[in-house]
C-alpha cells in the first residue's frame, strides 16, 4: 500500500474545523445541564469482554447477531469494541459494589461501534451520549431522564423533535401480549416480510420494527401492548404521563414503540426529527429494571438513555449553526530579536486568558498581516527591529484599523487596560 492510499476505514470519519467547535458546543451543554442534575460522568473502557454485551444487549438482536466488532486479543480473550454504552456502565457499577449505595445517576459520552452498513447518519464508529439512574422505581426517574434529554436539545434550539412514548408494560404484560400478537399474525405468516416470519417464533414483539409496508400494513389492525398492561404498569405509566405535563413536555403517544428483550420495562421513549431523512431517531431510552440482574448483579431499576450526536451536529449544521472563532491577538514578527519578544508577549496575554497566536511563517510583514486578517484577529501585535529597541509596540485592532502604541512589559500585563480595550468589542459567545 503506497502512503497516497490511506484513508480513513469505511463508516469512521474525522472532526475538524468549524465542526470541532460544534461538538465542543454539544459536550458543554451536554455537561452543564447533567451536571446541575449532579449526574456523574463515567468513563468505561472502549473495549469489553465480548459475553457483557451478548448478555447485556441480548442474543437475537442485529448488534450482537450481526454487527458487533469482536477479536481476539494476545491472551486468546474474545473482546468486542463497546456497541453502545449502557452495559459497560452496568458491569462497572456492579464491580465497584455501587448498587447498594442508593440512587446512582450517571452520564457518559464517546465513540461507539457497529458493523453496519454506512450511510447519511449511520457510521460504523459513532458517538453517543447517555444517561442512566440506577436504584429507583420511581416514575419520576422516568420523567426527570427525559426532561434531561429535552432540556439539553431545547439547549441546542433544535427545532421539528417530537419526543414519542410508550410503555412495554412488565414481563408478564408483555407474555400476555405476545401471545395475542402471536396468535393474530399467525394466518398472516407467509404475507409477512422475511425477517418477521422468522421474528413470528424468536422474538415476535420486533415485528413492529419492520420497514416492510406489507407487514406494517398487516400490524394495523393488530392488538396493542397498551392495552395489556397490568395495573401497576399502568399506574406507572400515567404517573410519567402526569409528570411530563407538569413539566410542559409534550410528547405523543406511539403504541408501535417496542422493544423486544425481557430486560426493558415499562417506559420506552424515542426523541425523533423531521430533519433527517431516513434516519429520524435522534435518541431513544427508558426503563430496563431487568438489566442489572442479566449482568449479574441483584436486581436493581434502572432507567436511561443514549443520543447520537453525529445526529444532533447535522441538525445544528443545517441550522447554520456555525460558532465563530474568536482570535484575539495575532502576533507577526520580522527581525533580529523579534522571536524571543513574540513569545514573551503571547505568554503574557495568554495568562490574562486572552487567545494568542504567533505568526511562525517568517514571511513578509505584509503576509503575516493578511493572515491576522484571515483569522479574524481582533487585534494584531506587530514587531519589528524598531520595536525591540524602543519597547514601544505597535497593536494595530482590525475592525478599525486604529493603531496603539503599548510599551512591553508594563503595557502588556496590565489586564485592567486589555480588558477595557475588550469590553468595547462585540465578541461572540464561541464555545
Ligand atoms: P440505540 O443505541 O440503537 O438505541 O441508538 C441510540 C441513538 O444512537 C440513535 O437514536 C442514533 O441517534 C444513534 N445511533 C445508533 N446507531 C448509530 C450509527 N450507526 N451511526 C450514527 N448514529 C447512531
Given at each position: 500500500m503506497t502512503s497516497a492510499s490511506l484513508q480513513a476505514s469505511r463508516g469512521t470519519r474525522d472532526i475538524w474545523g468549524s465542526e470541532i467547535l460544534l461538538w465542543q458546543f454539544l459536550?458543554?451543554?451536554?455537561?452543564?445541564?447533567?451536571?446541575?442534575?449532579?449526574?456523574?460522568e463515567i468513563r468505561t473502557p472502549i473495549f469489553e469482554a465480548t459475553e457483557l454485551f451478548s448478555r447485556g444487549i441480548g442474543e437475537g438482536t442485529d448488534i450482537v447477531n450481526k454487527e458487533m466488532y469482536t477479536f481476539t486479543d494476545r491472551g486468546d480473550r474474545s473482546l468486542t469494541l463497546r456497541p453502545e454504552g449502557t452495559a459497560g456502565v452496568v458491569r462497572s457499577l456492579i464491580e465497584h459494589k455501587r448498587l447498594n449505595q442508593g440512587v446512582q445517576r450517571c452520564w457518559y459520552q464517546g465513540a461507539m461501534f457497529r458493523y453496519e452498513r454506512p450511510q447519511a447518519g449511520r457510521q460504523r464508529q459513532f458517538h453517543q451520549l447517555g444517561v442512566e439512574v440506577f436504584g429507583s422505581a420511581d416514575p419520576r426517574a422516568d420523567v426527570e431522564v427525559m426532561a434531561l434529554a429535552w432540556e439539553f436539545l431545547q439547549a441546542l434550539s433544535l427545532p421539528g423533535l417530537t419526543l414519542e412514548l410508550n410503555s412495554v408494560g412488565d414481563p408478564e404484560d408483555r407474555q400476555r401480549y405476545q401471545a395475542a400478537l402471536v396468535e393474530y399474525l399467525t394466518p398472516y405468516a407467509q404475507a409477512l416480510d422475511p425477517d418477521s416470519q422468522v421474528r413470528l417464533t424468536k422474538n415476535p414483539l420486533r415485528i413492529w420494527d419492520s420497514k416492510s409496508p406489507a407487514t406494517q400494513d398487516i400490524l394495523t389492525a393488530a392488538p396493542r401492548?397498551?392495552?395489556?398492561?397490568?395495573?401497576?404498569?399502568?399506574?406507572?405509566?400515567e404517573q410519567v404521563q402526569a409528570g411530563l405535563t407538569a413539566l410542559g413536555l409534550t410528547y405523543t403517544l406511539n403504541p408501535r414503540l417496542v422493544r423486544g428483550l425481557d430486560y426493558y420495562t415499562r417506559t420506552a421513549f424515542e426523541i425523533t426529527t423531521t430533519d433527517l431523512g431516513a434516519q429520524a431517531a435522534v435518541g431513544g431510552g427508558g426503563r430496563y429494571d431487568g438489566l442489572v440482574?442479566?449482568?449479574?448483579?441483584?436486581?436493581?431499576?434502572?432507567?436511561?438513555?443514549a443520543m447520537g450526536l453525529e445526529r444532533l451536529v447535522v441538525l445544528l449544521q443545517k441550522q447554520g449553526e456555525t460558532?465563530?472563532?474568536?482570535l484575539d491577538f495575532y502576533i507577526v514578527a520580522q527581525g533580529e530579536g523579534t522571536g524571543i519578544l513574540s513569545l514573551q508577549i503571547s505568554q503574557?496575554?495568554?495568562?490574562?486568558?486572552f487567545r494568542v497566536e504567533i505568526d511562525l511563517s517568517n514571511s513578509a510583514l505584509g503576509k503575516q498581516l493578511k493572515r491576522a486578517d484571515k483569522l479574524g484577529s481582533h487585534a494584531c501585535v506587530i514587531l519589528g527591529e524598531n520595536e525591540v529597541q524602543s519597547q514601544q509596540i505597535p497593536v494595530k485592532w482590525l475592525a478599525t484599523g486604529v493603531q496603539e502604541w503599548v510599551d512591553f512589559p508594563a503595557g502588556f500585563a496590565d489586564d485592567e487596560r486589555w480588558r477595557q480595550k475588550f469590553a468595547a468589542i462585540p465578541r461572540p459567545k464561541g464555545p
Open positions: 459536550e458543554q451543554q451536554a455537561r452543564d445541564i447533567l451536571g446541575r442534575a449532579n449526574y456523574q401492548l397498551p392495552a395489556y398492561l397490568g395495573s401497576a404498569a399502568q399506574a406507572h405509566f440482574q442479566a449482568l449479574g448483579g441483584t436486581p436493581t431499576p434502572a432507567v436511561g438513555w460558532p465563530a472563532p474568536r503574557m496575554l495568554r495568562r490574562q486568558g
